[in-house]
């Protein structure tokens, strides 16, 4: 870690400041009517919302900041003896915006007052970032169907999306909306945070937790040269929720789609389909406003609160269509089928020939039938559609659902004028089940919940701290049907199945040629993400300079169990009952199935387990020189330090390979690839097999404690350039390393 505390020592000689994840910062240049710049002008800026104010004065260079600004509208008032007052209203800042207000003092008494209404700055001068600001007016009004925020994502310039979900490791809407490509780079690459701190689910890389639509301020998509203050990621994609403030305000609101309310399906055939039954409720609520209590406490400019609340409930009708087995076939009559049974107890060998003998008139006798495998009968449904045929001869319609609850609580406090409070709890509760074929199928339950509290502190007015401590926890169990319902295997007791606890409950999984097979996912996992962030950032301005430092020291759990052909997963081929003296010939599938002759078995040998943990640390500095009034420069560093995780579990295998030899049968051992367990000791200690000793192994320490050697040199240098020839127009550029 020697790296790292020079760089602390490095940092502790230079003022900062940041415009932190979810800040931005106001800031401009004070000339009197010859154009001179004018120092020591007294400059107040104003949140109406909060009834919440920071002061500064003008420096030498005539400029003033106001660093760590939440996004909203604002007012900024100046005066100075000798001038007349100004007071610009109605500046909205963005989100990581960087908004410059310039002033031109005229002559005239300071209670003469002259005001000025403004807007959003439509030109960005002050740096070099490329990125599109999502803000409230546009989440609120927008069509946006199932109100998922990040839909608006797709609509930013420098964004391709439509990968369908596979890309991130997620699900459902997670999956959806989360595999995006930004600037280029893979969807996996992309970078999410809530407030400014971390939202990124780390394995896969989807979002965590997204609130609703009517609990977000704005937020932002970075897409290149942003400052040294971001990483960890290539694409950024910041969210802010929305502050309470002196008047309450709220929204109450469900979304309905019901088939009942649809048209009736278009006539293409002599008889019209019916409607597929479709049920979409989407229903919640946001308040926020001061904390009163009559009579005892009045929070209006100091005490606010934002609560709000969504549900989400979705029920509609999946068709199934299986090929699945007559009743006669169930009972071992296979007369229906044209190629002759052959007994594979009665197989001979004389020299290189093989016989067999039929079963007669293609039926297995009832007491030929593995019972097994008539008892798994029970899961398999009889046909239900006329005609004899075993193509699509089992049709039903199954509900899927999803059900989602999510719940989120902020509460702002003004302590003083020097320092603001916020604090959040967020809380999602998701279920989805995917039907199959007569308790086939598998669910995913999502759980994921965020707590924060954050402190602005204004030390001086141009100097300003901001201090983030999060937990974030995400939890993401896919299971079967019959997870916690039915412990089948327990029923059934195969050999070389494992007992399983109830999250792996469910069924093995069947396959055989020439039908639909059944049973349940071959698998069934669980994982528990918690991260536990503190960021903290330092924002100072001197001169023509605004630099700006923090650190970020982040603790990541990941915990999963895994039930990988826990339940088993059995495939028939249909060579054990075709003619062996005709191998050309076919036998049949499901009758081997019946008979328990196995083509192919697999099972896990045990729950797959892992506890993984890391601590990373990341350290930064910028520097804002404002080189003219019309050209800004920004130069930056980023230190990042991500360790490969650890298991605390001790299982955790790796392989060394220390050469790669040309030659065949190299003699010395010790030039052989190992696979390298960590820890000391017996490599195969807890564990309930034996790979072929031939292979070597050892657990000896040679890959270290995590057995995967750090990475301790990811320096991520930043260069920005914004020049203004005319208030008109601007032009930026930059470039940067960045580590994903």
């Known amino acids: 870690m020697r790296v790292p505390v020079l760089l602390v020592a490095l940092l502790g000689t230079f003022p900062s400041l940041v415009v932190a994840q979810t800040f931005g910062g106001i800031t401009g240049e004070i000339r009197d009517g010859s154009g001179s710049v004018v120092a020591g002008v007294s400059v107040v800026l104003l949140n109406p919302a909060t009834g919440g104010e920071r002061k500064g004065t003008t420096n030498d260079d005539g400029l003033y900041g106001f660093p760590a600004v939440p996004p909203g509208t604002y007012e900024v008032n100046i005066s100075a003896s000798g001038f007349q007052s100004m007071t610009r209203r109605g500046i909205e800042l963005q989100v990581q915006q960087t908004a410059r207000i310039d002033f031109t003092l005229q002559i005239g008494q300071v209670n003469a007052v002259v005001e000025v209404s403004a807007g959003t700055p439509l030109l960005t001068t002050e740096d070099a970032t490329v990125g599109t600001v999502i803000e409230n007016r546009r989440i609120v009004d927008l069509p946006l169907n199932g109100r998922n925020v990040l839909g608006l994502v797709f ?31 893979r969807p996996t690459f992309n970078h999410y ?52 403030g002196n008047e309450y305000h709220g929204t109450l609101f469900e979304f309905l789609r019901n088939s009942s309310l649809d048209a009736r399906n278009y006539d293409f055939l002599p008889s019209r389909p019916p409607r597929d039954p479709f049920r979409w ?24 609160f934002m609560s709000n609340f969504e549900g989400f409930r979705q029920r509609r009708q999946i068709r199934i269509f299986s090929d699945v087995p007559s009743a006669a076939m ?51 449904p009889k046909p239900n559609q006329a005609g004899g045929s075993l193509s699509a001869n089992f049709q039903l319609g199954r509900s899927s659902l999803i059900d989602r609850d999510q719940f989120n609580q902020r509460v702002d406090f003004i302590e003083s004028i020097s320092s603001n409070w916020f604090g ?10 995917n039907p199959g074929l007569f308790l086939n199928g598998g669910k995913t339950v999502n759980d994921p919940w965020q707590a924060m509290i954050a ?61 639909s097979g059944f049973g349940g996912t071959p698998g069934g996992t669980i994982r528990y993400a918690t991260t536990f962030q503190w960021v903290d950032n330092l924002y100072w301005m001197r001169g023509k300079h605004s630099i700006r430092a923090g650190a970020e020291v982040r603790r ?22 075709q003619n062996p003296a005709s191998p050309a010939g076919t036998g049949y599938a499901f009758a081997e199935y019946l008979l328990g002759y196995i083509g192919n078995a697999r099972a896990g040998v045990t729950q797959a387990f892992a506890q993984f943990r890391a601590t990373s640390q990341v350290y930064y500095i910028d520097d804002s020189w404002k080189v003219r009034p019309n050209l800004t420069l920004t130069l930056g560093l980023r230190y990042e330090y991500t360790p490969p995780f650890y298991d605390r579990s001790g299982k955790w295998v790796n392989a060394h390979i220390p050469f790669l030899d040309r030659q ?12 390298v367990r960590i820890g000391s000791g017996d490599f195969y200690e807890g564990v309930g097999f034996r790979f072929n000793p031939a292979i070597r192994v050892a657990r000896d320490g040679r890959l270290g404690r995590v057995g995967v050697f750090p990475d301790r040199n990811d320096f991520a240098p930043r260069l920005g350039i914004a020049w203004s020839p005319t208030s008109r127009w601007t032009v930026r550029g930059g470039g940067g390393v960045f580590y994903s």
């Open 424 to 433: 959040r709890y967020s809380r999602s509760n998701e279920l989805a089940l």
């Open 155 to 185: 609509l930013s310039p420098n964004v391709t999306a439509g990968f369908g979900n596979s890309n991130v490791g997620a699900t459902g809407d997670r999956g959806t909306f989360s595999s995006i490509s930004i600037a280029g780079a």
């Open 664 to 675: 065949a049968n190299v003699a010395d051992q010790s030039r052989h690839p190992t696979l």
């Open 330 to 380: 169930r009972g071992g009559d296979f007369g229906q089928i044209s190629p002759a049974l052959y007994d594979p107890a009665t197989r001979t060998r004389q020299g290189s020939t093989i016989t067999a003998q039929p079963f007669p008139n293609r039926i297995i006798p009832a007491n030929r039938l593995s019972g097994r495998s008539v008892q798994l009968l029970d899961f398999l």
């Open 556 to 577: 990541d759990r990941w915990n999963a169990s895994s039930y990988t052909f826990g339940q088993g997963q059995f495939d028939f081929f249909g060579t054990a009952t």
């Open 455 to 515: 402190n602005t502190r204004i030390l001086s007015p141009t100097l300003v701290n901001d201090f983030r401590f999060g937990v974030s926890r995400f939890s993401n169990n896919g299971v079967g049907e019959l997870a916690f319902v039915r412990n089948v295997g327990s029923e059934l007791k195969i050999p070389g199945v494992a007992e399983l606890a109830p999250d792996g409950w469910g069924l093995p999984t069947i396959t055989y040629a020439g039908l």
């Open 193 to 244: 945070t809530l407030d400014g701190l971390e939202n990124t689910y780390v394995e896969g890389n989807s979002y965590a937790f997204l609130p609703s639509i009517d609990a977000l301020q704005e937020f932002k998509i970075q897409t290149g040269v942003y400052p040294a203050e971001f990483g960890r990621e290539i694409g950024q994609i910041n969210i802010s929720t929305k502050a309470g």
């Open 281 to 304: 409720n989407q229903y919640g609520f946001t308040l926020g406003g001061p904390v009163r209590i009559p009579k005892l406490f009045d929070g209006r400019n100091r005490l606010f």
